[in-house]
């Protein structure tokens, strides 16, 4: 048996999260990531494959690079042939960007040491038609400046129960925030404003409901210190509009930092 770690892209417009569901629709099965991926394995090896991804996406969000692991039966397959191979079974809105193989102790969820996402806002009333699928159009440009003054909250150890959303079943609300902030350019889609937030994990729709009440702080005219009052409140009624979940990209996975709590 052979490891296999898998990079991968998905449009999440069609999907219903990442975690398969079984039973999700009056006990019929949703289409979701994990699903398809688990169908296109089974496909090629003649037999259920189960998938270990780094972690869940919900409905309508993106991701730019998933990772996600598997055991082969077979262990004479070249790590490249994946790529072809499951493309080949695969729909068109999930891709294999990279496969390699990975110790046998590995899991995409538990050794991954952090998880990146970037949300994308366009400041236009009336996006192209093209663009609709992956933004979060607002009708005007926010201050990027008090954007980042207020992110400068978000920074280690943090009690992030403000921005947990009912039904969260996480045995914990702290997690441990790397980095966070705005900017244009630098990758950025043309005219967008990107908010990218790092972390050892996050709560159930988090980053959305980050995104969505720095937009509405700055609107307000808000500042750092208020901000940073929302967040410390851990009152979850204090926390602005969940932002839509359309703008959202997991980015990146990372393993090789320093492993905390999940």
């Known amino acids: 048996m052979t490891n296999i770690l898998l990079t991968i892209s998905y449009d999440?417009?069609?999907?219903c999260g990442w975690q398969r569901q079984d039973k999700a629709d009056r006990g019929n099965a949703v289409r979701t990531v994990q699903g398809e991926l688990e169908a296109a394995l089974e496909k090629m090896f003649r037999t259920h494959i189960p998938l270990y991804g780094s972690?869940?996406?919900?409905?309508g969000v993106h991701a730019a690079a998933q990772a996600a692991n598997f055991f082969s039966p077979a262990d004479s397959i070249p790590e490249k042939n994946y790529v072809r191979a499951l493309n080949g079974l695969l729909p068109q809105d999930i891709r294999i960007m990279q496969a390699q193989r990975v110790d046998e102790s590995f899991n995409a969820r538990f050794s991954a040491t952090s998880r990146i996402y970037r949300y994308f806002i366009l400041p236009e009333t009336v996006p192209l038609a093209s663009r609709t699928r992956y933004v979060w159009c607002i009708p005007r440009r926010p201050d990027i400046?008090?954007?980042n003054a207020m992110c400068s909250c978000l920074h280690g150890e943090i009690d992030c129960a403000t921005f947990s959303?009912?039904?969260d079943q996480s045995l914990s609300t702290c997690r441990f925030i790397d980095s966070a902030r705005f900017f244009t350019g630098e990758g950025a889609d043309d005219g967008c404003l990107v908010f990218e937030i790092g972390a050892n994990a996050?709560?159930?729709?988090m980053v959305r409901s980050i995104t969505g009440t720095l937009i509405q702080c700055e609107q307000k005219g808000m500042n750092a210190d208020d901000f940073r009052s929302i967040l410390e409140s851990r009152d979850r009624r204090r926390a602005g509009t969940t932002a839509p979940p359309q703008g959202l990209f997991l980015w990146d996975v990372r393993f090789d930092g320093v492993r905390r709590h999940v």
Do not use: I, Y
């Open 145 to 147: 400046d008090v954007l």
């Open 12 to 15: 999440g417009t069609d999907f």
């Open 165 to 167: 959303a009912a039904g």
């Open 55 to 59: 972690g869940r996406t919900d409905s």
């Open 202 to 205: 996050f709560l159930w729709k």
